[in-house]
């Protein structure tokens, strides 16, 4: 296994890993385990030869734990990464890039913002509600590393602004996150679909054009600290 790519699980004894099939391994002599944060030699060293690479499941969640790979080789990436940062052009590029990142993200932002808008719907007469409820959505959904639905690829804007939408509701204008919910298989989806179930009533209320005077101690409200006009 000395001259593959392997994704490994670890193990409390901190020399030791478990293979996808199960087996305990004891990493070789000679390797070190390269710390997670640096993403460019991450790829350098799985890129230049066998790598064993650590990550530690948390519900349906990864966590990168760091890469064994020989210790010789990840020094001297290490060496050549250290020269190259001293480049003057390397800060160029980085500037570069994160100034494209940026626009990337603000852009989306906008993107996923009118997307949730749309979705909502509602009608003329509260439309200021919808507006304050899509940036709120927007603002907690779309940043990097925030985790949420709106960051995936799988699936088209228009369902992650829905599913936004919903998983903002059901932590904002619900008691779900205080909710004891017993420990068995299918409960805690079984309450999420009822909760569900209870947001788009409520935003199906705010599409036919309801009073406002019908529309006291709204939760949606409530969540934005928003005042009835």
């Known amino acids: 296994m000395l001259d ?45 030869g066998p790598t064993w690479t650590v990550i530690e499941m948390k519900g349906r969640k990864r966590f990168s734990r760091g890469i064994w790979a020989p ?3 990840i020094e001297a990436l290490k060496r050549e990464r250290a020269v190259e940062r001293e480049d003057p052009a390397y800060q160029r590029k980085l500037d570069s890039g994160r100034v494209r990142r940026a626009k990337l993200q603000s852009d989306y932002a906008l993107e996923f913002e009118a997307s949730v808008l749309s979705f909502l719907d509602f009608a003329p007469e509260h439309q200021a509600l919808a507006e304050a409820l899509a940036k709120a959505i927007a603002a907690h959904a779309v940043p990097v590393g925030s985790g949420t639905v709106a960051r995936t690829q799988r699936i088209p804007i228009e369902q992650r602004a829905e ?25 805690r989806r079984e309450v999420r679909r ?23 101690a709204c939760p949606l409200r409530a969540a934005l600290n928003l005042k009835k006009n």
């Open 194 to 216: 009822m909760l569900a179930k209870r947001s788009k009533q409520l935003l199906e209320r705010y599409r036919r054009d309801v009073a406002l005077a019908m529309m006291t």
């Open 71 to 73: 210790s010789a080789r």
């Open 4 to 48: 593959a790519a392997l994704e490994v699980r670890p193990t409390k004894n901190p020399r030791q890993v478990l293979s996808a099939e199960g087996q305990t391994l004891d990493v070789p002599q000679g390797w070190s385990l390269l710390a997670p944060g640096d993403a460019a030699l991450s790829r350098r060293i799985k890129k230049d």
């Open 163 to 187: 599913a936004a939408t919903i998983a903002w509701m059901r932590h904002q204008t619900t008691a779900y996150d205080h909710m004891v919910i017993p420990r068995e298989k299918g409960k």
